[in-house]
């Protein structure tokens, strides 16, 4: 049996003709750049998250980067973020021109340490940028008070959190805005680059919206300079029919975690994903702890299934991030997690009965080592 990481054939396969017609739509008219269609789709998504203002850009990258430029961070400035997480958490705040300050994450849930983030906040502090990782938030309430206790600005990294909550807060609504990626393997994912900032503040829509269209939200009429950011209509159609089905694939996630957690349940070398209390984890990935983890990684290879680690790396420790000064010992967490996480195959279209041989894998493997 063969179980891919991610299988976006087997989803597209599901909702082929829906997906078909809306490229051909957008051909037919036309509409490539800016258009109706990604009028549609801004609206449908804001309407479906509860948010306001939903400003869509190139990806989740740049659409943290506008969020910052616009919120007026630059030189001088420090901004935090964790030692865990993809690159663009971090990058963003140099491109903005500040300096990224990281923190250790939390041991059972893998995110901010919220209980690390005060101490690293000094006069110079702008914003917190917490990253909702795997599909699972923070613990945002306590984040959100600290932020507000020192006058700094919380910006909440969704790309990996596609409808999560927090004591029925959906992700990137707490903070000042919410920064999600369309990454084609995200838990909406567009086929080919794409994502959005949300934000219920006005004035700060209006900007970013007018920061990733060269600084003009009239044409010719550049008020500031800016970048060109753009959502193509062409992957906003195709991402107005997967939102269609968003509810039911997140659903279908958050079943697959179940299963694993049943079919994993007793196997001593091996603990399964935490949830926090009082959220709703919609399961970008499921990472596991394991004991040899490299050498399982090796094993379950040979069965046909295939894993990643999110991250193998902590941030501070890869070489563009070297002149910080930063030691392992600064993230005692990240440090002890890093040899031990697995990313396990997870996504709607995933089978019982696959779930049940990888599940059957990681024991076999463990039997034969003992
Ligand atoms: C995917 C991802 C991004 C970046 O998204 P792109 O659309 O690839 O630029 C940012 N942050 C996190 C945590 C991600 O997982």
Redesign the pocket.
């Known amino acids: 049996m063969h179980v891919p990481f991610v299988d976006l054939r087997s989803q597209y396969q599901s909702i082929k003709p829906a997906i078909d017609s809306a490229i051909a739509d957008v051909i037919r008219d036309t509409a490539f750049i800016g258009g109706k269609y990604v009028k549609q789709f801004e609206q449908e998504f804001a309407q479906k998250y509860g948010v306001d203002h939903v400003i869509p850009c ?7 980067y506008i969020i910052m430029k616009m919120l007026g961070i630059g030189a001088g400035d420090e901004v935090i973020t964790v030692a865990n ?5 971090s990058e963003t705040i140099s491109q903005a021109g500040a300096k990224p300050v990281f923190i250790d994450i939390h041991p059972d849930y893998y995110s901010m340490d919220e209980t690390k983030l005060e101490a690293a906040i000094s006069s110079s502090t702008k914003a917190v940028i917490v ?3 795997q599909g699972q938030m923070c613990e945002i309430d306590t984040i959100k008070a600290i932020c507000d206790k020192h006058g700094v600005f919380l910006i909440e ?1 969704c ?2 959190s596609h409808f999560s909550s927090y004591k029925g807060i959906r992700a990137g609504l707490t903070g000042i805005a919410g ?5 084609p ?2 838990n909406l994912g567009a086929y080919g ?3 959005c900032i949300i934000t219920n503040d006005g004035s700060l829509a209006e900007k970013c919206r007018m920061f990733a269209t060269h600084g003009a939200l009239k044409k010719h009429n550049h008020l500031i300079e800016g970048i060109n950011s753009r959502l193509d209509g062409l992957q906003a159609a195709i991402l107005s029919v997967k939102l269609r089905h968003i509810e039911e694939w997140t659903k279908l996630r958050i079943e697959n975690a179940a299963l694993y957690d049943q079919y994993l349940a007793g196997i001593p070398q091996i603990a399964i994903p935490k949830v926090r209390p009082g959220t709703v984890h919609t399961f ?1 990935l499921y990472v596991i702890k394991a004991e040899q983890r490299d050498a399982l990684a090796a094993f379950l290879k040979e069965e046909g299934i295939e894993t990643f680690i ?1 991250y193998p790396v902590p941030l501070p420790a890869m070489p563009a991030y070297q002149y910080l000064g930063y030691t392992p010992d600064d993230f005692p967490v990240t440090t002890a997690l890093q040899p031990q996480i697995l990313s396990l195959p997870i996504y709607p279209e995933l089978t019982e009965s696959q779930i049940a041989f990888v599940a059957e894998s990681i024991r076999n493997f463990y039997k034969k080592k003992a």
């Open positions: 190139a990806n989740g990258t740049d659409s943290l997480s993809w690159i663009s958490s990253v909702h990782l990294d790309a990996q920064s999600f990626s369309f990454y393997g995200k680059d794409a994502g970008h999110h």
